[in-house]
């Protein structure tokens, strides 16, 4: 069986459907977890090959047209933690109808496509599955 590799994109896009519930329009509602509340108005994500980035499904279509078109215009380079170049206007756009701050921002992390196998560790195969059933009492 060929597992597929994920590019860190498709990764990313991963993890949005996971942190977030989205509506029809692909906007984000509410934060994906028991009791999770409103999602962020803004949310943008980034990656080596490509930027994420969804809006909240209250926020005014002007708004949202203007915060898609900066991140658009926010390209990708080699260094994922250097500051966005249009942070400061997306946040001017955030902050004329509400609080507009940087919220979580760090690494999500990726694991290599192959790790070596630990020690004194069994790889669980169709051949060993019976290693997996209930010891008795």
């Given at each position: 069986?060929?597992?597929?590799?994920?590019?860190?994109?498709?990764?990313?896009?991963?993890?949005i459907?996971?942190?977030?519930?989205?509506d029809?329009?692909g906007?984000?509602v509410?934060v994906?977890?028991p009791g999770?509340?409103?999602a962020?108005?803004?949310?943008?994500?980034?990656?080596?090959?490509g930027?994420?980035?969804r809006?909240?499904h209250?926020?005014?279509?002007?708004?949202?047209?203007?915060?898609?078109?900066?991140?658009?215009?926010?390209?990708?380079?080699?260094?994922l933690?250097a500051?966005?170049?249009?942070?400061?206007?997306?946040?001017?756009?955030?902050a004329?109808?509400?609080?507009?701050?940087?919220?979580?921002?760090g690494?999500?992390?990726?694991?290599?496509?192959?790790?070596?196998?630990?020690?004194?560790?069994?790889?669980?195969?169709?051949?060993n599955?019976?290693?997996?059933?209930r010891?008795?009492?």
């Amino acid at each position: 069986m060929t597992i597929p590799v994920l590019s860190d994109l498709e990764l990313l896009e991963m993890q949005i459907e996971a942190l977030f519930t989205h509506d029809d329009r692909g906007r984000i509602v509410t934060v994906n977890e028991p009791g999770g509340g409103p999602a962020p108005r803004f949310f943008f994500g980034r990656a080596r090959d490509g930027n994420l980035w969804r809006v909240r499904h209250d926020l005014p279509s002007d708004m949202a047209q203007r915060l898609e078109s900066l991140a658009t215009r926010d390209r990708v380079h080699g260094d994922l933690e250097a500051p966005l170049r249009n942070l400061d206007a997306m946040l001017a756009v955030l902050a004329k109808d509400g609080e507009a701050r940087v919220g979580h921002a760090g690494p999500a992390y990726r694991f290599p496509d192959h790790l070596p196998a630990p020690t004194g560790v069994t790889r669980i195969t169709a051949a060993n599955a019976h290693l997996l059933r209930r010891m008795p009492a």
